[in-house]
């Protein structure tokens, strides 16, 4: 029973400290960013490996989520004889919950395994030591700038997921099912106001934030062998979904 | 100039350093042997606070360094230059924004003269014209090449060299060795050399130091240490497998 309890115990302490580490890595990096000089080319270039390479899935996943809901919100709507909802119902769906928290998983699969990847890689390559060596805070060069660049980029890419997805079930509902165009607008008109698109931004950028400092911090501290790396790729993954699952819900309680 | 003194370390319940005390002449190239897994590359890593001792100090210019904050310890490693055993070149770089990278990020100089510099190291080191590569393209040894313009192209007063023929074939080790000597003639710096390609390495050693069991047993002029009468030396430079080293 004592073994049993003092293994407990060293778990429990043992993520204490995990957390602890998470924490204050999180904030050096925020830290460094505000720390001059302004790492202008790398953010741009980060920009990129985050938004312009995500597009493709974004777009993709964005299109067919509107279209599922435009057939289920249909399915469902119609049995309450309210069709004519159809367009606020999606546009409230995707701009409150499924276009933040949808984007920021395709986002985590597809740029934060490749993050934890890198890192790690760079880290069993002794690149991260280098960097040490050369006198260069790793932190300030690898982490601040992929952090600033994710909270320009994920906003974004949630903006393309909500609008492509509004337009998917935009031609499920109107153009194969037969809802009225003019109701389908109308109603997103009028039922959608200015909360609803903020709630959508404060997730969209609390969740770039949480890939990329999971993904990051995953990456930067994977034990130097090849086991290590794909450990810590398949922990940033995992975690990342878990976090914006978690935080998803409290951002929800406070913004409603 | 540097100073190890009683350092302890241990990952674990493994302890890997059990009492280091080394002294590394200014100007000069030490090398420091011993049979794989000893060691060597974590001594190496304490001296310019890679990583840091469970007890005991690195004294460079009599500070200990492993008592420093962040912006100290960033100043004392821009004295030094780093040879890593795998080159770590930085993947997404070319050859000579490698070589340039830590002139960009820590001086002032304009491209002009950073290009000169560059070029410059590259072509001591025979990489002229290579730069527009990435580590990806070249050779281990066109790769230990590159580390080590970029190790030097920050004028360092020590630079440490970490098994910098370990995977190269006789002829490019034999070369590598030439180039530390050569560089080290040209630029004067305290190099630190850890190797265990003996005899080859005792030729561009002024000293030489023998780390087994965690400590360092033996440390004496190249000569010297090669005459030893210590069985552990003897064993190791003979590469016998009975003696005092276990082999196996």
């Known amino acids: 029973m004592l073994f049993f309890l003092s293994q407990i115990g060293r778990f429990t302490l043992r993520q204490l400290r995990e957390m602890g580490r998470m924490f204050l890595f999180l904030i050096s990096a925020l830290a460094l960013v505000f720390r001059p000089p302004a790492k202008i080319r790398l953010i741009i270039y980060h920009i990129k490996t985050i938004g312009v390479d995500s597009l493709s899935v974004v777009l993709l996943s964005g299109f067919f989520t509107g279209m599922v809901i435009g057939f289920q919100g249909y399915y469902s709507l119609k049995k309450l004889n309210a069709e004519s909802w159809l367009g606020s119902a999606t546009a409230l769906g995707l701009l409150r919950e499924l276009g933040p928290v949808l984007s920021a998983f395709m986002v985590t699969g597809r740029t934060g395994s490749a993050m934890a990847a890198e890192l790690g890689t760079m880290r069993a390559t002794e690149q991260i030591d280098a960097l040490y060596s050369m006198a260069i805070n790793p932190v300030k060069y690898l982490v601040s700038p992929r952090l600033i660049a994710s909270l320009i980029a994920m906003p974004l890419l949630t903006a393309i997921f909500d609008v492509v997805g509004i337009y998917g079930a935009y031609l499920v509902g109107v153009r194969l099912l037969g809802v009225s165009s003019g109701s389908f607008f109308s109603g997103m008109e009028s039922n959608v106001v200015f909360n609803d698109v903020y709630s959508g931004l404060v997730k969209s950028l609390s969740f770039g934030l949480i890939i990329t400092w999971i993904c990051c911090y995953k990456g930067f501290h994977a034990p130097p062998m090849a086991t290590g790396v794909s450990q810590a790729t398949t922990e940033s993954v995992v975690l990342s979904f878990v976090l914006i699952l978690v935080w998803d819900y409290f951002l929800t309680s406070v913004l409603l | ?248």
């Open chain 2, 1 to 248: 100039m540097i100073r190890v003194v009683d350092l302890y370390k241990g990952f674990g319940a493994q302890q890997v350093l059990k009492g280091v005390n080394l002294e590394l002449a200014a100007g000069k190239i030490t090398t420091i042997v011993g049979t794989s897994g000893c060691g060597k590359t974590v001594l190496l890593k304490h001296l310019n606070a890679l990583l840091l001792p469970d007890r005991g100090q690195v004294l460079v210019d009599g500070v200990d360094i492993t008592k420093l904050g962040q912006k100290d310890l960033y100043q004392i490693r821009g004295r030094f230059g780093v040879l890593f055993q795998g080159a770590a070149l930085l993947d997404s770089l070319t050859i000579f924004d490698n070589v340039a990278f830590p002139l960009r990020e820590k001086t002032e100089m304009s491209e002009t003269q950073i290009h000169k510099k560059v070029e410059e190291r590259l072509e001591q080191v025979g990489l002229g014209g290579m730069g527009y590569k990435h580590p990806a393209e070249l050779s281990g040894g066109m790769k230990k090449r590159a580390g080590l313009a970029r190790a030097l192209v920050m004028d360092p007063e020590i630079v440490l060299f970490d098994e910098p023929t370990t995977g190269l074939d006789p002829v490019l080790a034999t070369g590598i060795h030439q180039l530390i000597a050569r560089t080290q003639e040209i630029f004067g710096f305290t190099g630190v050399v850890v190797s265990h390609t003996i005899p080859q390495v005792f030729e561009i050693s002024d000293y030489v130091a023998l780390l087994a069991n965690g400590v360092i047993e033996e440390i004496n002029p190249t000569g010297k240490f090669q005459s030893s009468q210590s069985p552990l030396v003897q064993q190791f430079i003979r590469g016998e497998t009975e003696g005092p080293i276990e082999a196996l």
